[in-house]
């Protein structure tokens, strides 16, 4: 069936029960189904819009828990530092067989800073980054813009986080969606779901809205800041979530220039993803921007300060992206929970589990959150790195 039918006519399952059953075609859900499938399970996916529509297809596709580190979350960088280091194997296994491209680049990245106040900061965080042993070099003036040209000569140094990288998330997506077809999982796009089935104390299925059920001997709820909304809302356990709205540009290099920058680079107010060139198709370099921090609820607007904020600070330490062409500016909702980290794990009834409340960290954890499910889906316990990210640890803050 042609994508647009699908979506007007969503296919009812072809089986009565299944294994697995995923709710959200995010980064998240979709690695995980995809996993799960090449492990043998019978995988069912049902997206409310269409694959990535959330969070996912405006992300940037920073893979950098270096750069992004922050004082009081040693935990999570962890979880971080690990989810990093599966994505070039992830990413490969994706494309070859898919043959399709993830973006995915490990050329490092640089933290920026453009004045002295943010010489001041970045020197702090610098601090902190060698405390905690990870591989991160103060650069002067003269060194970073000998590997970026592009910086402006006003930047008063920088992190260089050699191992930090990128991927384009919405090739991602496409891949996955193709790869969990390829192994056998099935997706259902424009189908809420509207309720958890449970009996006796554990989850046997969902209903979604077009009258489609599935029995399913788990569930996994993996739909982003939609993940305790609805019918997931009551007596199953929801993690609490906020959605954190980020506003990002994407701009075109002009034909015969070259980017503003080859390296992800960051500073204490945006980032700046350069995307394109080898194995990413004829479309050219594309820039993005990205991205605004802000607690508005559900509300996707772009604003005129949200764009003109994100330009002034990319600007600043990269004047060539004044040149750009300015494509489209979008906004995401980010999955928070109260600590910021993710909630990952068993909850609420036998049968359910969340991947869910991954906030800034959603595409650098996709490979690991879809091992860790897949271990629980096939009986494992609970390992001890997760404790810290219990889906129930916000026992008091429960939506009922
Ligand atoms: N990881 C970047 C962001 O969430 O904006």
Same mark, same amino acid.
């Given at each position: 069936?042609?994508?647009?039918?699908?979506?007007?006519?969503?296919?009812?399952?072809?089986?009565?029960?299944?294994?697995?059953?995923?709710?959200?075609?995010?980064?998240?859900?979709?690695?995980?189904?995809?996993?799960?499938?090449?492990?043998?399970?019978?995988?069912?996916?049902?997206?409310? =819009?269409?694959?990535?529509?959330?969070?996912?297809?405006?992300?940037?596709?920073?893979?950098?828990?270096?750069?992004?580190?922050?004082?009081?979350?040693?935990?999570?960088?962890?979880?971080?530092?690990?989810?990093?280091?599966?994505?070039?194997?992830?990413?490969?296994?994706?494309?070859?067989?898919?043959?399709?491209?993830?973006?995915?680049?490990?050329?490092?990245?640089?933290?920026?800073?453009?004045?002295?106040?943010?010489?001041?900061?970045?020197?702090?965080?610098? =601090?902190?980054?060698?405390?905690?042993?990870?591989?991160?070099?103060?650069?002067?003036?003269?060194?970073?813009?000998?590997?970026?040209?592009?910086?402006?000569?006003?930047?008063?140094?920088?992190?260089?986080?050699?191992?930090?990288?990128?991927?384009?998330?919405?090739?991602? /997506?496409?891949?996955?969606?193709?790869?969990?077809?390829?192994?056998?999982?099935?997706?259902?796009?424009?189908?809420? /779901?509207?309720?958890?089935?449970?009996?006796?104390?554990?989850?046997?299925?969902?209903?979604?809205?077009?009258?489609?059920?599935?029995?399913?001997?788990?569930?996994?709820?993996?739909?982003?800041?939609?993940?305790?909304?609805?019918?997931?809302?009551?007596?199953?356990?929801?993690?609490?979530?906020?959605? /954190?709205?980020?506003?990002?540009?994407?701009?075109?290099?002009?034909?015969?220039?070259?980017?503003?920058?080859?390296?992800?680079?960051?500073?204490?107010?945006?980032?700046?993803?350069?995307?394109?060139?080898?194995?990413?198709?004829?479309?050219?370099?594309? /820039?993005?921007?990205?991205?605004?921090?802000?607690?508005?609820?559900?509300?996707?607007?772009?604003?005129?300060?949200?764009?003109?904020?994100?330009?002034?600070?990319?600007?600043?330490?990269?004047?060539?992206?004044?040149?750009?062409?300015?494509?489209?500016?979008?906004?995401?909702?980010?999955?928070?929970?109260?600590?910021?980290?993710?909630?990952?794990?068993?909850?609420?009834?036998?049968?359910?589990?969340?991947?869910?409340?991954?906030?800034?960290?959603?595409?650098?954890?996709?490979?690991?959150?879809?091992?860790?499910?897949?271990?629980?889906?096939?009986?494992?316990?609970?390992?001890?790195?997760?404790?810290?990210?219990?889906?129930?640890?916000? =026992?008091?803050?429960?939506?009922?």
């Amino acid at each position: 069936m042609p994508a647009e039918a699908e979506h007007i006519h969503p296919p009812a399952p072809t089986r009565s029960a299944y294994d697995l059953v995923v709710i959200g075609a995010g980064v998240i859900g979709l690695s995980c189904a995809w996993r799960a499938a090449q492990a043998g399970l019978s995988v069912l996916v049902f997206e409310r =819009d269409a694959p990535g529509a959330g969070a996912t297809g405006v992300a940037a596709g920073m893979l950098a828990p270096i750069t992004e580190a922050d004082f009081g979350e040693e935990a999570l960088l962890e979880l971080n530092l690990r989810g990093r280091g599966l994505w070039g194997g992830f990413a490969a296994e994706l494309e070859e067989l898919t043959g399709m491209a993830s973006g995915y680049a490990d050329g490092g990245a640089l933290v920026v800073a453009a004045d002295r106040d943010d010489r001041e900061e970045l020197h702090r965080l610098h =601090d902190f980054q060698r405390r905690l042993g990870l591989d991160a070099t103060w650069l002067t003036t003269r060194e970073c813009r000998a590997l970026e040209p592009g910086l402006a000569p006003r930047v008063g140094g920088a992190i260089l986080a050699p191992q930090d990288g990128q991927v384009n998330p919405r090739a991602v /997506v496409r891949a996955l969606t193709a790869a969990l077809r390829s192994a056998g999982g099935e997706l259902i796009c424009a189908a809420e /779901v509207t309720s958890l089935e449970t009996a006796g104390g554990r989850v046997t299925g969902v209903r979604a809205d077009g009258d489609r059920s599935a029995a399913a001997s788990a569930v996994l709820v993996a739909a982003g800041a939609w993940s305790n909304g609805g019918g997931l809302a009551s007596g199953c356990g929801a993690p609490a979530l906020r959605p /954190v709205k980020g506003q990002l540009l994407e701009l075109r290099v002009r034909r015969g220039h070259l980017p503003p920058a080859e390296r992800l680079i960051r500073t204490p107010r945006c980032y700046i993803v350069t995307r394109g060139g080898s194995g990413e198709g004829a479309a050219g370099h594309r /820039v993005v921007i990205g991205a605004t921090m802000e607690e508005q609820g559900f509300d996707t607007s772009v604003t005129a300060e949200g764009v003109f904020g994100l330009l002034e600070a990319a600007r600043e330490v990269l004047p060539e992206v004044g040149e750009l062409e300015l494509l489209s500016a979008r906004a995401g909702l980010r999955p928070s929970t109260p600590d910021n980290a993710p909630a990952i794990g068993r909850g609420g009834p036998d049968g359910l589990l969340w991947a869910t409340g991954h906030h800034r960290n959603g595409v650098l954890l996709a490979p690991l959150t879809a091992r860790l499910i897949v271990d629980l889906l096939r009986g494992g316990p609970t390992p001890p790195e997760l404790h810290a990210f219990d889906p129930d640890r916000f =026992d008091s803050l429960r939506v009922v």
